[in-house]
């Protein structure tokens, strides 16, 4: 039982100095990249920084572009349709037949 006690707290005490090796890595590697931030976000062609918010394609959003009209909308989105039409009419192997 005393070795068991002693072998956990060994396992125990290597893992808290990983942790604190990890942390100091994280923390080298945050400082020295701190200086690209802004100069990478200047670079950034896409503001939207949250994922799965959406895109702004035919809105009134970017002011070099003007938005789509309702008509140009649906005339867009009929379009894409035939693309999904076309792609059901396409037999795709599955994965598992290959």
């Not at 125990?12 to 990478?40: F, G, I, Y």
């Not at 920084?49 to 003007?66: M, Q």
Request: proline share 5%.
């Amino acid at each position: 039982m005393h070795i068991e006690n002693e072998s956990s707290i060994i396992f125990s005490k290597k893992a808290q100095s990983r942790r604190r090796a990890r942390r100091s890595l994280d923390d080298e590697v945050n400082k020295t990249l701190a200086n690209l931030k802004s100069p990478l976000l200047e670079l950034n062609k896409c503001p939207d920084l949250i994922v799965d918010r959406g895109h702004y394609f035919g809105t009134s959003y970017f002011a070099e572009e003007p938005p789509l009209s309702d008509d140009d909308k649906r005339a867009l989105m009929n379009f894409l349709s035939l693309f999904n039409e076309a792609i059901s009419l396409v037999d795709i192997p599955s994965c598992s037949s290959l």
